[in-house]
C-alpha cells in the first residue's frame, strides 16, 4: 500500500506541523517517522528533564499528527532494540514500505546532518534535505551576510532582522524609540521588588507520567532530576506559557535582564527556550507577541526590544556563526586551555556561592538563566581555563533548550573566547565585584567578595587578574581592555605578585573550592 510513498523523518525538535519536511505530503502514501533512538539520547549525559521533555513533546505530536490522519512510524525507546541509531529505524522502514525517498527539514548539529548526507549512499535512496525555515535567516543568507565583513557583530546582523521582519520598526523604517538598543537601561539589581511571577507550570498528564517512570529507569545515572517536571510539551501548553510570559514577567524583563538572586531561579525571564527549540513556539510568533504587548502599552520599549533582540539578534546569530564554521569549530582553543572541567560542576558542591547556586538549579531545573551561565558558571570556566570541549559537554548536557548549533557558540565563543571572538569583541572575564552588584549572593557566601589574596577571598578575584596577566599578548591591544590593564599595571609589585600567587594556589587546588 506503501509502495510509492515517501519516508518523511521528523526530528525531536521539529515538532510542528508547519515544518518544511512536511510540505506537500501525502497522508495516505507518506510514512511519517519519528524516533527516539539510543544512540541520540546517549550520546552525552543529558540532563533527566531534558529527555523527560523531548520525548513527552514527540509522543504528544506523534499522536495529534495520527489524530490529524497521518500514518506515523514511531519508534519508542528501546534499550534492547537492534536499531540504534536513526539510520537503522530508516534502514527498517524502508524495507518495510518501499519507500525509494526520504525528506527531512536540515537538522540542528553537523554530526548528524553529516550522517544524514550520506543515506542516499548507504541506504541508496534519494534524500531530500529541505530549508529549516523556521530561523530567520537561512545558513546561505547569513554566509552572504558575513562575507567580505572584517568583523562580524551580532548588533549589525540585528539590524539587518528588524528590517526584514519589520518588528519595532516605524513606517519609515527607523527603529521605534529612536534607538536600536536599549541594553544600557537593562543592568538593574533585584532586591526583591517587584516581586517575581510563579513560573508557568504544567502537570504532567499520561503521556509524561509514563516517560517520567522510563527516563529514571533507562537513564538512572543521568545528571539532575525528574522531580516537578513542568515544562509545556505541546504547541497548545507552550502558548499559554508565551501568554503568561507576556502578562506577568515581560514588563520587567528587561530591567532585571542581567541580575541574579538567592532565592528565585526564574525572575523575569520568558523560560520558552525549551519550547522555541524543539518547535513548539515558532520564534515569530514569540516576538510578535511582545511587540503587540508594547504597542498595547502593557509592556515597557526596553523590555520588548530586549526581549526581540535575544531572539531575531542573538539566537539567528550563533546559528548563523555555527553553520559557518563547523565542523571545525567545535575544536576551537584559541587561548590554549587544557585544565578538567572541576566535579563540582555535576555535583554542585562548591563553597562558591554563586557557582552552588547556578549549578544546583540547573541540576533541579535543566536551566539556568543567562547570567547565570554567563557570568558565573561559565565566567569561573573562563577564568580557570578550563578545556573548551569538556565546559562544552557540559553545556549540551544539562540544559532542557541545548542543542549543538546554539549550545557551541555560546559556549566555546560567548564564555570561552576560543573562537578568536565572534561572540563578543571582549572576553567577558569579570572579578567577584560583578557577581556582587548583580546578586545577593555573596553576603551568603564563605568567601569575601571584598578581599582578594587573603585564605578566605573569593576566588574569581585573584583569577580575574591571573587572567588578564596571562593574556597580555591576546588583550592589550583590545580598546575595551586597555582599561583593565592600565588598573593591574597601577598595582604594587608586590600585589601583583600576590595575586598571582593566590590564582596560582587556587588553580592547584580547584576541586577544593
Ligand atoms: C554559556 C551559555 C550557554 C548557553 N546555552 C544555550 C543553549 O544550549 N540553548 C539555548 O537556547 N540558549 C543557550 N544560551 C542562551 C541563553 O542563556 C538561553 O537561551 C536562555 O537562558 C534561555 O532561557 P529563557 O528562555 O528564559 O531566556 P530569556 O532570557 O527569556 O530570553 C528569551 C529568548 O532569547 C533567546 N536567547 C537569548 N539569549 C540567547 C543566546 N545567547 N543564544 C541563543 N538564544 C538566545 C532564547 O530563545 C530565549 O528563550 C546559552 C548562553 C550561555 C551564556
Ligand atoms: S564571594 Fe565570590 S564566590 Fe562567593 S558568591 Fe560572591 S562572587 Fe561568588
Known sequence: MHDHGNLILILGDQLTPHISALAGADRQRDTLVMAEVHDEASYTNHHRKKLVLLFSAMRHFARALQEDGWQVHYHAYDPASDRRSLEDVIRRQLAVTGARRVITTEC????????????????????????????????????????GRKQLRMEFFYREMRRKTGFLMTPDGTPEGGQWNFDADNRKKWTGRPPTPAPFRVEPDAITREVIELVNRQFAGHFGTTDDFHFAVTATDARAALAHFIDFALPCFGDFQDAMSETEDWLFHSILSPSINCGLLDPREVCEAAVQAWYAGRAPLNAVEGFVRQIIGWREFVRGIYWLHMPGYAAENRLGYNRDLPWFYWTGDTRMRCMHKAIDATRRNAYAHHIQRLMVTGNFALLAGIRPEAICDWYLAVYADAYDWVELPNVLGMVMHADGGYLGSKPYAASGKYIQRMSDHCANCHYKVSHSTEEDACPFNALYWHFIHRHRKQFAANPRMTMMYRNWDRQTPERRQALLGRAEDLLERLEQL
Open 108 to 147: 540542528g548539529e553537523w554530526r548528524l546532518d553529516n550522517e544524514i548526507r550520506q543515506w542516499a549512499q548507504r541506504l541508496d535512496v534519494a534524500v531530500e534535505i529541505r530549508l529549516d525555515d523556521r530561523f530567520l535567516a537561512s545558513k546561505e543568507e547569513f554566509a552572504n551576510w558575513a562575507k
